[in-house]
């Protein structure tokens, strides 16, 4: 977050309580008069901590920063009413300067602010004045006593903790008494420190009012930025290109706007507003929107506007003309010979050696694969690199069965070594195991119940019972009882225990079961539930103390008596006859976890439904939540452990006859499979989306498919894991069979390791197959012909020189033409934020200066409680690798339309099916917001392949599932939106066979939900087709958008949609009649003959028929 917006959330926080704070004490008579008085003069009568309530006290204990576990007392009340004070005569001070005219509208502003102004009004009019008197910053810090966290980041070690980085915000505090004796002596002590910059409280301030040295201060700590503190540098490098792109234009044909340098405010949407910026978007869609794009750059440069755009924002196939756009401006060195070669009246010869970039598109329109014959080199070339590549891949996957299976082998002959062992159980034994196995999981039970009650302050990073690890390690910790149980029980087997004598024997540790229950309850505080709920109240507390007692005693009882029941079980088995001498006890090790397991749970259940409504609801939604991940785990307890011990036994047992049809049955598995990754391939829907007829049988076939293919694949590791330990054994003793398995299982995951670390996730997916020929198509393209004849392999057709690293297109590196953001998903199936769930991805731009994303809320940085912030951007020359990414390596991720994680397209089957198949076309790459964001590949990719076959990704972890922007925002229009343009012309050549523009009203959606910009569009006469032509009344309709905080649209939107009105030429309508998909065919469809190539071209360029068209500003 940076610094403007921080201090301004921090100060609309104090803003909004005084509001609060004087509407509570407004009699209600005088409320309706008292609406118009500004905000000074309404405190200055409840500038008392008696007008403060309850509900106003804890929102004070929020925002007032007091050490951990310091009892404050009233103190706090105090200093918030100090610093409100402070704050609203600084506001009425600036009211009443008389500003002259650059800050008049600050002073009328701050004239009207009052008990009813909306939060939005304070933060927009702090903004103001911070940014128009950089000055003030300094004296709001001082009031607050609240310094930015950005701050902090260009002062502090990077390896600063929480609590310490939240401690240093705090700037000369009113009051000692709210910090504890430690914490005073170790905020002075920071803030008296020196740097070789200088003393830290000097260089605070000067950061505070330098916005371009904070920038590069925090780019030298390698601390990760938020959009805001670099949109500045972005708009000068816009603004500076500008420049020069108008430069070189003809007198006549350029534009009129304010130079850089008569805008009077440093804020960057200040300055996006007055430069009336304008960007240029192409869709995805593959081949299909590159080609229609190109077209429509070919009449903006006929009709002399390409100059004209500041931006260009591109996804997946908008990103192949894209690209191929900017390197052309890049390696021609200016924008007007490009606009010249693009326009076909000024390059009349399309066989003319100037225009040679616009031919090559047209040879490499089958891109993937050039020759398109089945027999030719290319084919094959992609045939077999596919198959090596996923060969390699699902070694890797057999090779983690294979250990896993091992493994479960090896803690069986520990298991069965054990429980051999002659065990005496008496009643000393009974009671230390019970006090070992209950205590310590009732404690961490107990912690997961007290978070609930306990308000621990922001400054504990690690609470146990708010550890997203907790209910793993309680996981943990019940499996290893029940293991060492199935092992005490299963050694104590004698057909003359009865029940009766089990209970007896077991009775010693109800003791401790009873002491774990009253632990759980009181770390839980059950026996404050009433006096929370309803107050004290003598006769609720003995009601609840017995209940709590009462319950505990049933519930130690239950469970006491199932876990005879799991005894008499396992006795029964152990004591039955089977011909293989081991089926018993493996039948033991598979049931008798699980079984120890849900007696547990049982008795947990016994113990809520007992206490009923004396039992808090929160905590019953814990232990719900706790039961699901227990039986969930149960689950996959025995279907691994019977996969490993029991499938290999009974694999033997089929009779020779039905041997014989195995590869029968093999060949139709791998058909089945083979389709359902077809269909996962083809997939259009998210995974969870209802769809009818025949695609929703194709959707259950897909999500079936999985499994199916998992039972294949659990026979085949099955079988493989018993000839290795089949092969092993010879090499041991008989007696040494745990050392067989513990060997075996030992060299299997070290294999598995070292293959997997070599291999690597992204190495070895279909990536970097796609990237090359991506580049050779459409940046070998804008090559001088001398130069490639001179460094291309004469074998492969490939050259490395045809890419360059994306930081190049700057205008210090002579590049002049539009900045391009390029655009992809960052996948995050996993979320934190419930409200974003759906999405499962979030904007990733890769740009010259900058890569990275940002959609952090609008909040001060003192409620962050892990020093994890929601937005990550790094300097593009460094991000990734030296020089930082290549401009094809981002344009193939943003092309990277199937992959396993694919934003809200993703399914936990379809993954599994492409992670399996490897068919891969995303990249693993550094978090940028994370300490590895200079790295391009996880060192080791193990965990990363595991990610992408079930489906799984993060923004927390250090390294990010990069996927097609279309994931996310399919049209580009969501980057170019958060710029603030004042215009945008829109390319849509998206697959939409329905006209419903599904890519287009997602992207408007998402930019009304997180700008709150409203986007006005009516694309009613492209898509209300004539039923029997199929015809469109218009190719391009206008629209508006309405930025927050705007009373009227102030920027327009232009749309172009791949349609058919029926004045094309005879090309285009003869394609039509042959080919009824048109212009709507298969994104899949990759492979363009000379014929598809051209329809989709002209159709772009038809589709503009003039400049008023355009509207432009």
């Known amino acids: 977050m940076d610094i403007v917006t921080d201090l301004t959330a921090e100060a609309a926080s104090y803003l909004t309580v005084i509001q609060d704070i004087c509407k509570a004490n407004i009699p209600g008579e005088s409320r309706e008069s008292s609406k118009n008085y500004p905000l000074w003069d309404a405190f200055r009568e409840s500038n ?26 009233d103190d706090l009340i105090h200093c918030f009413l100090l610093t409100a004070s402070d704050l609203l005569n600084w506001l009425k001070r600036l009211s009443q300067v008389d500003p002259g005219a650059s800050a008049s509208d600050e002073a009328e502003k701050l004239a009207t602010g009052n008990l009813y102004s909306s939060p939005f009004f304070w933060r927009q ?139 009077n405010s440093k804020d960057p949407v200040r300055i996006a507003e007055q430069l009336h910026l304008a960007g240029l978007a192409f869709s995805g869609g593959g081949i299909r929107s590159a080609t229609f794009n190109l077209g ?29 756009f900017s390197s052309w401006i890049k390696r021609s060195g200016s924008l007007s010979k490009v ?94 195991w019970s006090a070992v196995i209950l205590l310590p999981g009732s404690f961490l039970a107990g912690s997961g119940m007290r978070s609930y009650n306990n308000n621990h302050p922001p400054q504990r990073r690690f609470v146990l019972g708010r550890s997203a690890w907790l209910a793993h390690l309680l996981i943990v910790w019940a499996t290893a009882a029940a293991f060492l149980l199935t ?264 294999l598995t390791f070292l293959l997997s670390w070599r291999v690597g996730v992204n190495e ?42 994306l930081s190049l297109l700057t205008t210090k590196e002579q590049y002049y033409g539009p900045y391009p953001i390029i655009n992809t998903a960052l996948n995050a199936t996993t979320v934190s934020e419930l409200d974003r769930q759906d999405r499962k991805a979030e904007s990733f731009v890769f740009s010259p200066l900058y890569c990275g994303f940002d959609f952090s809320p609008t909040r001060s940085a003192a409620y962050s409680r892990n020093q994890v912030y929601e937005y990550g951007y790094r300097p593009t020359l460094q991000y990734s690798r030296d020089a930082g990414p290549l401009i094809g390596t981002t344009m193939a991720i943003s092309g990277a339309a199937v992959s396993p994680n694919m934003g809200y397209h993703s399914s936990p089957a379809t993954a599994f099916l492409l992670t399996v198949f490897n068919v891969r076309l995303g990249r693993w790459i550094g978090n940028p917001r994370l300490d590895c964001w200079k790295r391009s590949d996880p060192v080791a990719g193990l965990g990363y392949l595991i990610k992408d076959l079930i489906g799984n990704s993060d923004i927390n972890t250090n390294y990010v599932c990069l996927s097609d922007g279309g994931h996310f925002d399919n049209m580009g229009l969501y980057e170019l939106v958060r710029r603030k343009c004042n215009y945008i012309l829109l390319g849509d050549a998206e697959e939409d066979e329905k006209s419903t523009c599904e890519g287009l009203a997602n992207a408007i959606r998402r930019c009304r939900i997180d700008f709150g910009a409203e986007i006005e569009l009516d694309v009613s006469r492209i898509t209300n087709k004539d039923k029997d032509t199929r015809y469109s009344k218009s190719h391009v309709v206008q629209g508006t958008i309405k930025y927050p905080g705007k009373k009227q649209a102030t920027g327009t939107i232009i749309y172009i949609k791949t349609s058919l009105t029926g004045n094309e030429s005879v090309d285009i309508r003869e394609y039509f009649i042959n080919n009824p998909e048109f212009p709507q065919q298969s994104t899949g469809d990759q492979f363009f003959d000379e014929a598809q190539f051209e329809s989709y071209r002209k159709l772009g360029y038809h589709s503009i028929q003039n400049i008023k068209q355009l509207r432009l500003p």
């Open 48 to 73: 008392t901590p008696g007008h403060c309530h309850e509900i106003h006290r804890r929102r004070i204990a929020e925002i007032v920063w007091s050490s951990a576990g310091l009892e404050v007392g």
């Open 339 to 432: 606009v010249e070669r693009l326009d076909t009246k000024s390059s009349p010869d399309p066989l003319a050696d100037e225009v040679r970039p616009i031919k090559w598109l047209r040879m490499f329109s089958n891109f993937l694969s050039p020759n398109a014959s089945i027999m030719s080199t290319d084919a094959w070339t992609m045939g077999i690199t596919w198959l090596r590549n996923t060969l390699i891949n699902q070694t890797v996957l057999l090779l983690i069965l294979l250990t896993a299976l091992s493994a479960i082998g090896a803690l069986f002959s520990g298991w069965d070594y054990i429980s051999n062992l002659s065990v005496k159980m008496t009643t000393g034994k009974v009671l230390a």
């Open 487 to 750: 092992i005490w029980f299963s050694t104590v087997t004698l057909a003359s225990h009865t029940y009766i004598m089990k209970l007896q024997m077991l009775a010693p540790g109800v003791i401790f079961a009873f002491l774990g229950m009253i632990m759980i309850a009181a770390m839980g505080r059950y026996h404050r539930f009433e006096e929370e709920k309803f107050g004290e109240k003598p006769l609720y507390r003995v009601r609840l103390a017995s209940a709590i007692l009462l319950t505990s005693v049933i519930a130690s009882a239950c469970g006491l008596a199932l876990l005879a029941a799991a005894w008499h079980l396992i006795e029964y088995i152990s004591l039955s006859t089977f011909k293989n001498s081991y089926f018993q006890s493996k039948l033991i090790l598979i049931i008798g976890v699980p079984f120890i397991l849900e007696a547990i749970s049982i008795s947990v259940v016994v113990r809520m439904a007992l206490m009923g409504n004396f039992f808090p609801d929160e905590r019953r939604e814990w232990w719900g939540r706790m039961g699901a991940l227990v039986h969930r785990f149960m689950i996959i307890w025995m279907l691994v452990t019977f996969s490993s011990l029991l499938l290999p036994d009974l694999f033997k047992k089929i009779p020779y006859t039905y041997v014989e049809k195995l590869p029968a049955v093999f060949g139709g598995w791998m058909a089945i499979i083979a389709y359902a990754v077809k269909l996962a391939f083809q997939s259009k829907t998210a995974g969870d989306k209802a769809v009818g007829g025949v695609q929703q049988a194709q959707e259950i076939f897909v999500r079936f498919a999985p499994y199916l293919f998992m039972l294949g694949f659990l026979l085949i590791g099955a079988y493989m894991i018993d000839f290795l330990r089949s092969a092993v054994q010879g090499y041991f003793p008989q007696q040494n069979r745990i050392w067989c398995c513990a060997t075996l299982t030992l060299a299997l995951a070290v």
């Open 764 to 805: 070895f997916s279909l990536h970097d197959f796609y990237r090359n020929r991506l580049v050779r198509a459409y940046l070998g393209a804008t090559r001088r012909r001398t130069d490639r004849m001179n460094t291309a392999n004469s074998f492969t057709g490939f050259d490395k020189d045809d890419d360059f690293p």
């Open 296 to 324: 429509v750059l070919q009449k903006l440069a006929e009709l002399g506007v390409l100059a004209r755009f500041d931006y260009l924002s591109t996804v997946s196939g908008g990103g192949y003309i894209g690209t191929w």
């Open 125 to 263: 009019l702090i903004r103001d004045i911070l940014y128009t008197y950089p000055a003030e910053r300094k004296q709001l810090v001082v009031i607050l006593q609240y310094m930015p966290v950005q701050i902090i980041l260009a002062l502090a070690s990077k390896r600063t903790g929480t609590y310490k980085q939240r401690l240093y915000q705090v700037y000369n505090p009113r009051l000692e008494s709210l910090l504890s004796r430690r914490d005073h002596k170790v905020l002075n002590q920071f803030w008296q420190s020196k740097d070789g910059d200088g003393a830290f409280a000097e260089r605070a301030f000067f950061l505070l009012t330098d916005d371009t040295a904070l920038v590069q201060s925090l780019n030298k700590k390698e601390v990760p930025l938020p959009f805001e503190s670099l949109f500045y540098q972005e708009l000068l490098e816009v603004s500076q290109s500008r420049g020069r792109r108008f430069d070189d234009m003809e007198p006549a044909a350029s534009f009129h706007f304010p130079p850089p340098e008569s805008i």
